[in-house]
Nanobody
């Protein structure tokens, strides 16, 4: 079972940027799809972005245009560059992989079998 460890979260003012990292214990090239998800207090988990081994990325409406997902299989690391952060981006952010679902499941969180512990992002006004 691959282990995932997120880092890079923190406190930032609205309009600022953060870069999240997700280090994997195994060669990420073995995982076709990796994704970032977030969960705000009192809300359900929401898919933010996903990326394939070929670099094809998908974003939810909130992240499109502001967030960029990338992966470095040589470093076994997944990234999420977040720009123009808003207060509503405040959440715990999780990375996930070992995806065994269909294309339509990429941003639902279903069918991901490996999850990290999360990193907190807090955006203040």
């Amino acid at each position: 079972q691959v282990q995932l460890v997120e880092s890079g979260g923190g406190w930032v003012q609205a309009g600022g940027s953060l870069r999240l990292s997700c280090a994997a214990s195994q060669n990420t090239a073995a995982f076709a799809t990796m994704g970032w998800f977030r969960q705000a207090p009192g809300k359900g988990r929401v898919g933010v972005a996903s990326i394939s081994t070929g670099g094809v990325d998908h974003y939810n409406a909130d992240g499109k245009g502001r967030f960029t997902i990338s992966r470095d299989n040589g470093q076994n690391t997944l990234y999420l560059q977040m720009n123009s952060l808003k207060v509503e981006d405040t959440a715990m952010y999780y990375c996930a992989t070992d995806f065994r679902g269909r294309a339509g499941d990429r941003l639902t969180g279903a069918q991901y079998y490996a999850w990290g512990q999360g990193t907190q992002v807090t955006v203040s006004s």
